[in-house]
């Protein structure tokens, strides 16, 4: 299975497109609430390619993800498909 036909994976990547390609962990939390499940998406979304993952230690360890070109791309036919159900006139 791929890992965009998972439940909140075209959730995850539109919102980082929308934060402009890069967000920590943590700023996904309200798109999926179960620290588990989005852990387990976002493990997904970069054995498919869609993301990279940098783990940081700053005090605390920092998830940072970022979308690869084809992410990137995924997101932006992802957000252009949203524009069309929203405004489809």
Same mark, same amino acid.
């Given at each position: 299975?791929?890992?965009?036909? $998972? ?30 499940? $989005? ?11 869609? $993301? ?38």
């Amino acid at each position: 299975m791929d890992s965009l036909d $998972l439940k909140y994976s075209k959730s995850v990547l539109l919102r980082i497109y929308d934060k402009g390609g890069s967000v920590i962990q943590s700023d996904l939390k309200d798109i999926v609430s179960n620290w588990r499940t $989005l852990s387990d998406v976002i493990r997904s979304l970069k054995n498919d390619g869609y $993301l990279v993952i940098t783990e940081k230690i700053a005090g605390r360890r920092i998830t940072q993800i970022d979308l690869t070109e084809k992410g990137r791309a995924i997101a932006e036919q992802l957000k252009r498909a949203q524009e069309i159900a929203e405004n489809p006139g």
